[in-house]
């Protein structure tokens, strides 16, 4: 089991960037998936990225087009989103996931953080 906890959501114009962090303690987090995921209001959880257990491959939502960047750094248990060229459409609470595969279904990550808002003023 994995626990997880975001921060570095906020408020930023449309065109600005954050840089989102996940902080995983347990055993598992280093042989583990983990994925960012969001949702909007009145919309379901979306997969936005996920990033295999030693980083070698990454996987993007199609909307994000160059966008975001997912990273980890197994030594000091963190994964990493980094958000660019924001705009109002991105406005969600973002969630990272742990789990076995670097999937987009939701379902398939059992551990899960409690979220970070970032908002997108125009």
């Known amino acids: 089991q994995v626990q997880l906890v975001e921060s570095g959501g906020g408020l930023v114009q449309a065109g600005g960037s954050l840089r989102l962090s996940c902080a995983a303690s347990?055993?598992?987090?280093?042989?583990?998936?983990m994925a960012w995921f969001r949702q909007a209001p009145r919309k379901e959880r979306e997969f936005v990225a996920s990033?295999?257990?030693?980083?070698?491959?990454?996987y993007y939502a199609t909307f994000v087009k160059g966008r975001f960047t997912i990273s980890r750094d197994n030594a000091k248990n963190t994964v990493y989103l980094q958000l660019n060229s924001l705009a109002p459409e991105d406005t969600a609470v973002y969630y990272c996931?742990?789990?076995?595969?670097?999937?987009?279904?939701?379902?398939?990550?059992?551990?899960w953080g409690q979220g970070t808002q970032v908002t997108v003023s125009s």
């Open positions: 347990g055993r598992t987090f280093s042989s583990s998936a």
């Open positions: 990033v295999t257990w030693n980083g070698g491959n990454t």
């Open positions: 996931a742990a789990g076995p595969m670097p999937v987009a279904d939701v379902s398939r990550y059992g551990d």
